[in-house]
């Protein structure tokens, strides 16, 4: 049996960054990613959320091996490039975070985010000296298994409250850009003026927003921004539990009403 060549979904995957703006958004198993295929999307992202969600676990509950074999699930379900949502890179010491980010290369995916937070309340985010170092590292275990996969540089500042979110934000991606991440991305951001930061700030690197609200704009408003890609984390993990749930609970009171929008089983049937 021969191995599969993900060399065109890789070159795909680079190309989409190269100008416009595009959709990624993130499947939770591979139900949700041929769907999301079938819908006419280009690429998919993973979400450690809406993947440990699915375990009856919390996020980042997730263990290397688990993730591993997730990335491997959702890779083939689809025939479309998927940037792995890879955390920290599941280790502090950077030979193990190297052979993570290898072994997470060999899954086939066409992208992988190394992240800066560190799990601890103590200390939310890496030291920045140390933080750039893992990106390194990250960059140098992709570059040495000859595979092009693409490195995303994330900042968590806003998500574990940063006292100066922006500015740590820009600090930190612009260090990240000079590591050698291809992609920048601050979860959090909200405003126009927060995105063009960014944006001016990383030019002419490609930059990630992700939107997993309601949001009050669209994605032609957010290429107009400069963004290169919009990704949507745990929102579409969480919309199929608010249904769920919503159903749930009327079962629980004695009613039906919550299946009233259901999808039909020949609609699903039919996706794949």
Request: charged residues 20%; glycine residues 10%.
């Amino acid at each position: 049996m021969h191995p599969i060549d993900y060399a065109p979904r890789r070159a795909a995957f680079r190309q989409l960054h190269a100008s416009g703006c595009f959709m990624l958004p993130n499947p939770w198993d591979p139900g949700s990613a041929r769907a999301l295929q079938g819908l006419g999307f280009k690429a998919l992202a993973t979400t450690s959320s809406g993947f440990a969600w699915s375990q009856a676990h919390a996020d980042n509950a997730m263990g290397l091996e688990a993730v591993l074999a997730h990335c491997r699930a959702i890779v083939a379900a689809t025939d479309l490039p998927v940037n792995a949502d890879f955390e920290d890179g599941h280790a502090r010491d950077l030979r193990e975070l190297a052979d993570n980010v290898r072994r997470c290369v060999d899954t086939g995916v066409a992208g992988l985010s190394i992240e800066d937070a560190t799990g601890d309340a103590a200390q939310p985010l890496y030291e920045l000296d140390e933080a750039v170092a893992r990106l390194r590292a990250a960059r140098a275990a992709i570059d040495a298994s000859g595979h092009d996969v693409m490195l995303v540089g994330r900042a968590e500042c806003f998500l574990v409250g940063h006292p100066d979110p922006l500015d740590e934000s820009l600090k930190r991606l612009q260090a990240y850009a000079e590591a050698g991440a291809d992609c920048l991305y601050a979860p959090g951001l909200r405003s126009a003026e927060q995105i063009e930061a960014l944006v001016r700030a990383v030019a002419p690197k490609p930059v990630n927003v992700l939107v997993g609200y309601a949001a009050p704009f669209t994605l032609a408003e957010l290429a107009k921004l400069g963004v290169r890609r919009v990704s949507v984390g745990g929102a579409l993990a969480g919309a199929a539990w608010g249904g769920f749930l919503r159903a749930a609970r009327g079962l629980a009171e004695g009613r039906f009403d919550g299946f009233a929008d259901n999808a039909t089983h020949g609609q699903v049937d039919g996706l794949f």
